[in-house]
């Protein structure tokens, strides 16, 4: 078997269970990764030197192919109700024949790390057959220096492998498709899928799993830390803002998906940002659109133009969900050590298409946890086949399809550390104002920056508030800068009474979703639920 690069060879190929490949391709450096993708028809270098990529059929994650196995490890403490079983047999007989399917085959293996607090991080082992994919994950994780390399010790493995298809029957699975994982092993069978961000996700889950047993709360956030080391969380769903609010150049960038909070302050996960670029402009995210014209950045399903390669970032014909894929450092004031202290500021983020929620609310801690395990947001016609008006989506701590364990572990969590380190929350509406989806227009991004700016500084919760009638929280009466009739939602309809009757209809929406968590949280919480009466006064 040829071998490239730097490896542990005490610690090599082996380890994975992985032999008979005609090559193995170890931590490539961007350049010689980029060229063999082009080499190997992967992909093309657009206008700017990105690298630009397709991934086939599959445009996202496939979250109903994803499977745990349950073992000893995983069956009293996994959420079967949010999370599918695999038998440890169909498991082995998987990897059996992953091991199989990849001899004979040149593998690209990059040694990295997901945590960057070393008292908490995964030093992890990704196996991929595509050599961009190697570039993603490499720009994704955290990178170990290379003089380390020659002692790496996994304590995860991935083995991504596109071109295995896997049978039902016989693996215990869906479709073709697979994702699975063993927690007791950390190893991880990626088959069928050549969406890159199924592997970033797949650490993401296990750290998920691992990390409350030892008091630290895994999050679905993004992160920043001003230059006095007041840091803040954002919490968020696709779409919500959250990697274009964080990306400050006021503040320093901690991360923009993933990061843990443990007893020395909040730290990320990874070692890159995996951004939307559907309609990304220079003008209004000029750190984002700056690393799309980065040799090493990987762009997915962007439409370039044939003749220029100049990416189109208003084409959505491929997907909504194109992304680009870059590390940290592209970010001019992003941190080089990917931590900081206990939060200052937690918002939450919602896209609400109901026009119904206010710009801008203050939360008690008892609000925060059930906003959180809501985890709130909507749906916008045409975004996908049969959404024809807004519809709620609710996914629980921000992340549900990356959750292995309770919603209720994690909430439990995340408020005895809000109380412990009196933390501020915020409830933030990017989403519509003064009419629903298509009546309404977007919450203008200048008002979100000023709100966030005014509370993250500490001067908005100095003002005057009110108690909003359906949701029970504290919005600001008026703000500096901010027309003031947008903080008060109901007095940007035309219609008062359609905005009424949107408002209880969303309000209904909430307690219904609840019903799954009220027994297992305390009468703080539950109060805190929105209230239906005087929703429809």
């Not at 040149?106 to 570039?135: C, K, M, N």
């Not at 203008?444 to 000023?450: D, S, Y």
Request: charged share 20%; aromatic share 10%; proline share 6%.
């Amino acid at each position: 078997m040829k071998q490239t690069g730097i490896w542990n060879s005490a610690k090599g190929i082996e380890t994975t269970g992985l032999s008979g490949l005609a090559a193995a391709h170890w931590n490539l450096s961007e350049a010689e990764l980029v060229e063999l993708a082009v080499l190997r028809g992967e992909g093309q270098i657009a206008s700017g030197g990105a690298l630009s990529v397709e991934t086939g059929a599959f445009t996202g994650r496939s979250p109903q192919d994803k499977f745990v196995v349950r073992d000893a490890t995983t069956d009293r403490s996994v959420w079967w109700g949010n999370n599918k079983s695999m038998s440890p047999a169909h498991f082995e007989t998987l990897y059996a024949d992953f091991i199989e399917h990849a001899k004979g085959r040149e593998l690209f293996i990059q040694d990295l790390v997901g945590g960057a607090d070393a008292a908490h991080s995964l030093p992890t082992r990704v196996v991929t057959e595509y050599a961009w994919h190697s570039l993603f994950i490499r720009n994704l994780l955290i990178r170990p220096l290379r003089e380390d390399l020659p002692d790496f010790e996994p304590s995860m493995t991935i083995i991504d492998l596109p071109s295995f298809k896997a049978d039902p029957e016989r693996h215990g699975c869906r479709t073709s498709t697979v994702v699975a994982c063993d927690f007791t092993r950390r190893i991880v069978l990626i088959g069928g899928t050549e969406y890159a961000g199924e592997m970033k996700k797949s650490v993401f889950t296990l750290l998920n799993f691992l990390l409350p047993a030892d008091g630290v709360m895994p999050m679905h956030c993004s992160a920043n830390v001003s230059a006095a080391g007041e840091s803040a969380l954002f919490f968020g769903l696709s779409g919500t803002g959250k990697t274009t609010l964080s990306a400050d150049p006021n503040r320093i960038l901690i991360g923009d998906d993933e990061h843990g909070w443990g007893p020395a302050g909040i730290f990320n996960f990874e070692g890159g940002c995996y951004a939307k670029t559907i309609r990304l402009s220079r003008e209004a995210e000029p750190e984002i659109f700056a690393t799309t014209e980065r040799f090493g950045t990987v762009l997915e399903n962007v439409v370039l133009d044939p003749q220029t390669r100049v990416p189109d970032f208003n084409d959505g014909s491929k997907t909504e969900n194109t992304r680009c894929a870059y590390p940290l450092h592209y970010i001019p004031n992003a941190s080089p050590t990917g931590r900081a202290g206990h939060p200052k500021n937690i918002v939450m983020l919602t896209a609400d298409a109901f026009g119904v929620m206010p710009p801008i609310a203050k939360l008690t801690p008892a609000q925060a946890m059930y906003h959180f395990l809501s985890g709130y947001t909507a749906k916008v016609a045409g975004t996908e086949r049969g959404v024809t008006e807004p519809q709620a989506t609710f996914s629980t701590c921000f992340g549900a399809p990356f959750m292995p364990r309770h919603p209720s572990e994690y909430g439990e969590l995340l408020k005895q550390l809000i109380h412990e380190h009196d933390v501020d929350c915020w409830l933030v509406n990017t989403g519509w104002t003064g009419g629903a989806y298509g009546e309404g227009r977007r919450m203008p991004i200048k008002v979100t920056r000023a709100l966030l700016t005014a509370a993250l500084d500490g001067s908005l919760k100095k003002g005057k508030f009110y108690t909003d009638r359906s949701f029970g929280f504290a919005v600001p009466t008026d703000v500096p800068g901010v027309e003031p009739h947008i903080l008060h939602p109901r007095k940007t309809w035309r219609d008062k009474l359609a905005y009424d009757a949107q408002a209880s209809k969303l309000v209904g929406m909430f307690v219904k979703n609840f019903e799954q968590y009220e027994a297992y949280v305390d009468g703080d919480v539950r109060s805190a639920a929105p209230d239906l009466r005087s929703a429809a006064e």
